[in-house]
Every structure is written in C-alpha cells, then in structure tokens.
C-alpha cells in the first residue's frame, strides 16, 4: 500500500538532548513537508522541501533542522534550541504545485 | 501573512442532525481543501475544490468553494457518531505553501 509512514508514534525525551522524527513515502511524490500541531491550533509549518537536496524554512523553522538525501525520506530534527518542543508533529507528501497533502499518522513528541 | 478564519471553533450536536463549517480568507484562493482528523492520528483528505463556485460531494458530505474565492464551507448531512473529530479547511493562493485553518471539533451526541 502507497502512503506515508511516520515513526515512531510516541516519543520521550529529556530536555537538552536532540531526536530525530523519521518520515518515509512511497507515494513518489517530490514535495514533503513538516508540521507541527498543538491543541487548539491549526498546523504550522516548519519546514518543506519540494525536491531532493533542496528545502525551505517554513513558519516556525527555528529550533529544527532538516534533510532530503532521498525523495522517500525526509526526516526532522528537533534540537536542544527549540524552546517548546513536546507537540504533535506530522509529516505530509504532494505529488505536484495543487495537488492535496497527504498526511502520515503523526510522532507525538513529550519533552520533559 | 494569509489567514483563515475556521468557524465555529467546536460544535455539539445530536445524532441525525445536519452540521455546516466555514472558512473566511482575507486574500484570495486557488484551491480550498477539507480535511478530517481523529484523535491521535494524522488528517485525511475529505474534498479538494479546485474552481470558484464549484460544489463537489462525497458521500454525506458537500463542499463548496466560495464565489469570491475568499470562503469555503463544509456540509454533513444526518450525522452519525463516527463524525467526530476536528475538521480543518485549508487554502493554497499563488505560493506553495498551504494555509490551514484553527480547525472545527466536532461532538456528535447518539
């Protein structure tokens, strides 16, 4: 089955240390992207790349850091400098300009 | 930046009953999308509008993208309990980037 997958699904952290949210698709869509969610809000996002090797800072950039070696994968690291890291974050993928995101099922990201 | 107003911000209703969202932009849209999300999962695709005045279904669920291309709304018709969740519309203008709107929670009463 085509889609995205998120891993892993809930994550423990203690505070000062670095972890990486891994996001894989086998949709082969050039375009993913970085989101985070908190209650209440709608998505921000935080960074997206639309081709291998290349991304952009989104929204709410600082504090994380990205990669895009391959088109599958584009994983997310939430540094020691983020102030506010425990939220909900989700990876999504399009396969062109204005076509929809499609969404994998989200890390849940506690820091303490 | 663009900016959507999602409204109302949660609802409670009863089971059967008919529910209507929207979404108000202060700039205008190319393309307007509706997206549901359950608790603890990620947000899955509902309708994606593509033309001003367009109005597409899916199944129980009716869409249109707003003539001014600055509004959207979303339509449920006869609820039913596995309708709960939160409901987010979403605009794209000329630029890559999508905007999401704060979302609609949505309580449906058996």
């Known amino acids: 089955d085509g889609g995205i997958t998120q891993s892993p699904k809930y994550l423990f952290r203690k505070e000062g240390q670095n972890v990486t949210l891994s996001c894989e698709q086998n949709?082969?869509?050039?375009?993913m992207y970085w989101y985070r969610q908190d209650p209440g809000q709608g998505l921000r996002l935080i960074y997206y790349?639309?081709?291998?090797?290349?991304?952009q800072k989104g929204d709410i950039a600082e504090g994380y850091s990205v990669s895009r070696e391959k088109k599958e994968s584009f994983p997310l690291t939430v540094t020691s400098a983020q102030k506010n890291p425990t939220a909900f974050y989700l990876c999504?993928?399009?396969?062109?300009?204005?076509?929809?995101?499609?969404f994998g099922n989200g890390t849940r990201l506690t820091v303490t | 930046g663009q900016q959507l107003n999602q409204s109302p911000q949660s609802m409670f209703i009863q089971e059967g009953e008919d529910v209507s969202m929207n979404c108000t932009s202060s700039s205008i849209f190319n393309t307007w999308l509706w997206y549901k999300q359950d608790p603890g999962e990620g947000p899955v695709l509902l309708i994606a509008l593509y033309k001003a005045g367009e109005l597409t279904s899916n199944g129980r669920l009716t869409a249109q993208f707003g003539i001014t291309r600055k509004d959207s709304f979303l339509n449920i018709s006869a609820s039913i309990p596995s309708d709960v969740g939160i409901y987010f519309c979403?605009?794209?203008?000329?630029?890559?980037?999508?905007?999401f709107g704060k979302g609609t929670k949505l309580t449906v009463n058996p």
């Open positions: 949709l082969n869509h050039d375009a």
């Open positions: 999504a993928s399009s396969g062109g300009r204005h076509s929809p995101l499609h």
């Open positions: 790349s639309q081709i291998v090797n290349d991304f």
């Open positions: 979403a605009g794209q203008g000329g630029s890559e980037k999508l905007v």
